[in-house]
């Protein structure tokens, strides 16, 4: 057991999702620390990125329950979960790149300033400054198009955003893909930061297994909709890992 | 892994405190800047042209002339940059500057007070607005198709209901005069509208969510934003501010006609818009470009009308030279997408 006593933060027993005659998530449970990450391992159509929508509200599981906090939950919007502290960052669909840093982090949660209620500018670019330089994010300046940032550094701004915006369960879909070695540091950076302040749960999805295992305190596998794999990082090797899917690539290819 | 950040980045990351003020960002935006002030040097260099080659150019009668041209395209600008901001277009802005001085008028003579017919009317074209909006977000028909089908479709009510006959602009000498029979209304008219929205799309959450729908409507949708409630807001916008456009040129004329208007306006209209920098792939755009732009075509029709060039040149060469303005925009859009790789 992770946590060491640490509050639960979400918990999501025995969800079940279809879409038609599609089984998406049979049965899946996980559940998440504050202050810990857990990396959700699995092929392209295993049912990833259905379990992250069905926290965040995008999705309503069709059976399972949800924990927050522990206590029972019905995320049925994304706002909703949004309420609960339930943030995903997603990796490119994130930001709007003609607009500013600062814009963007203020998206639709805007300040303004009387009597008109017009953009109070010169604030939010201040806020903006103090929230990255707070989290150690690093841009040239706060007036920059979001265009003009590097991956990581959109993604960082990303994150930062949504942990600026109170989030308390921080749900990455791969944070770390397509980006390089220098960029995923930039961005491995920060999430052990946010660990280290201890006030944060959050689930990463990735695809590299050894980065998951190296950035995470535990991982789940999912196939077919069914995690098939759960572990603490420390005890779990690569090849343990892949010996599990290798036995399933296996399976699939009997049954062609 | 330490928590300070190394290399490139990282080197940002660790001087991050004061955001620091010159760094690529502002060559950027320099660069921006410049790109209007291009338009504004294209637009000062024609008037210094057309001021040399013809001395009936730079006069009171003239300059009242000019006004008259830049004024209804920099109006409809306005509507169309909000639009081709969140990815949409009204091709049926013509049409609607058409219809509306003959709901004025019919208001008018239904007992409505002119004031009164007049709003009435705006709101008629802010619901035309309204159904284009709904075809497009709800059916999800492209606004290219959609308002494609409003072109006709207004037309034949304005004929309908104007039987095709041109009618007269109601209302006293001083509602007339400040409507658009005193020389300098319309253009009045126009620079209060351009200051409008250029508050609204610089220094409203309006104007931002409508950059920010068209830059990325997932993300904008992600935060919250109600993209289809921007983008049916705009085509109202839109629709009533090309009424609003046909219902001043009514009365500066003195007249109104069903066929008014047309592709013609709304295109000098989207043009101004392109000509001032707003890009056709959506999220970024100005309305003071609009604005400029509507002044660069509007000296190069008068420019050219005082030099007597062949009329039939004439089309010709305003299509040129919204050519070349076009493809200088689109190359310099294509140089920076460059840039940001």
Redesign the interface.
């Known amino acids: 057991m992770s946590g060491n006593g640490v509050a639960e933060a979400i918990r999501a027993e025995n969800i079940v999702k279809r879409f038609g005659s599609i089984v998406a998530l049979n049965g899946v449970s996980i559940k998440v620390h504050r202050g810990e990450i857990l990396g959700i391992l699995g092929d392209n159509g295993a049912g990833k990125s259905t379990l992250i929508k069905c926290m965040t509200g995008f999705h309503q599981p069709d059976s399972g329950r949800i924990f927050v906090d522990g206590a029972e939950v019905v995320l049925d919007s ?2 909703r979960a ?1 309420s609960f502290g339930i943030e995903c960052v ?1 990796q490119d ?7 500013s840093v600062y ?1 963007n982090m203020f ?4 300040l ?1 300033k009387p009597p008109f ?3 109070n ?1 010169a604030e939010m670019r201040r806020r903006t ?1 103090d929230a ?2 707070d989290i ?10 979001v ?2 940032l ?1 991956g ?2 959109r993604q960082a701004i990303a994150v930062a955003r949504a942990v600026y915006s109170n989030a308390r369960i921080l749900l990455l879909d791969e944070p770390l893909a397509a980006m390089g070695a ?2 995923s ?2 961005i ?2 920060l999430i ?2 946010l660990r ?1 302040r201890g006030d944060i749960a959050m689930i990463m999805i990735a695809h590299n297994y050894a980065q998951t295992l190296d950035v995470c305190d535990r991982v789940v596998l999912v196939q077919h909709g069914e995690i098939t794999f759960e572990g603490r990082s420390a005890e779990t090797s690569v090849e343990q890992l892949l010996e599990i899917v290798r036995r399933e690539y296996r399976a699939a290819r009997r049954g062609l | ?1 330490d ?8 080197a ?10 010159w ?4 060559a ?2 320099g660069f921006l800047i410049q790109r209007e002030a291009s338009v504004i040097l294209v637009a000062v260099l024609l008037i210094i042209y057309f001021g040399f080659a013809n001395p009936n150019f730079i006069t009171n009668n003239n300059i009242v002339t000019l006004s008259q041209f830049v004024a209804a395209p920099a109006i409809i600008a306005c509507g169309e940059i909000m639009l081709l901001i969140c990815k949409e277009i009204d091709l049926s802005a013509g049409q609607t500057f058409a219809l509306a001085p003959f709901l004025v008028f019919f208001g008018a003579r239904f007992g409505l007070p002119v004031v009164v017919a007049i709003l009435v009317a705006l709101a008629i074209c802010a619901a035309i607005g309204l159904l284009i909006g709904l075809v497009t977000v709800l059916l999800e028909v492209p606004s290219f198709v959609t308002t494609l089908g409003t072109f006709f479709l207004i037309t034949g009510i304005t004929l309908t209901i104007s039987r095709g006959f041109p009618a007269t602009p109601p209302g006293g000498k001083f509602l007339t005069g400040i409507l658009g029979a005193f020389s300098y209304s319309e253009i009045i008219w126009a620079f209060v509208i351009v200051f409008l929205m250029h ?1 609204i799309l ?4 309006w104007g ?2 409508t ?2 729908v ?3 409507d ?3 949708a ?4 109600k993209v289809n409630r921007i983008k049916v807001g705009n085509f109202m916008l839109t629709a009533a501010l090309a009424g609003f456009t046909g219902i001043l040129e009514a009365y500066r004329v003195g007249s109104s006609d069903p066929l008014a208007g047309g592709a013609n306006i709304m295109f000098f209209g989207v043009a101004s818009g392109v000509i001032g920098g707003t890009a056709l792939t959506g ?2 755009g100005t309305i003071v470009g609009g604005l400029i732009g509507a002044i660069v075509l509007g000296v190069l029709q008068d420019g050219f009308t005082l030099q007597g060039i062949n009329a039939f040149l004439f089309d010709g060469i305003i299509g040129a030279a919204i050519l070349i303005a076009m493809v200088v925009n689109i190359r310099l859009g294509r140089l920076q997408q460059s840039h ?1 790789r």
């Open positions: 994304v706002d949004r997603y669909l994130a930001l709007v790149n003609t607009l814009h998206l639709n949660r805007e303004r209620g017009l953009l500018h400054a990255l330089n150690g994010v690093g841009v040239p300046s706060v007036e920059e198009e265009a003009r590097s990581g550094q220098r960029e540091g930039l491995i950076d052990e930061r280290t | 892994m928590t300070t950040p190394r290399g490139a980045d990282g940002k990351a660790a001087s991050s405190a004061p955001p620091r003020r760094g690529a960002g502002h950027f935006r508050m610089r220094h409203t959450r931002l969510h950059i920010a068209g830059g990325n997932i993300a904008a992600e935060a919250g934003i999220g970024a940001l």
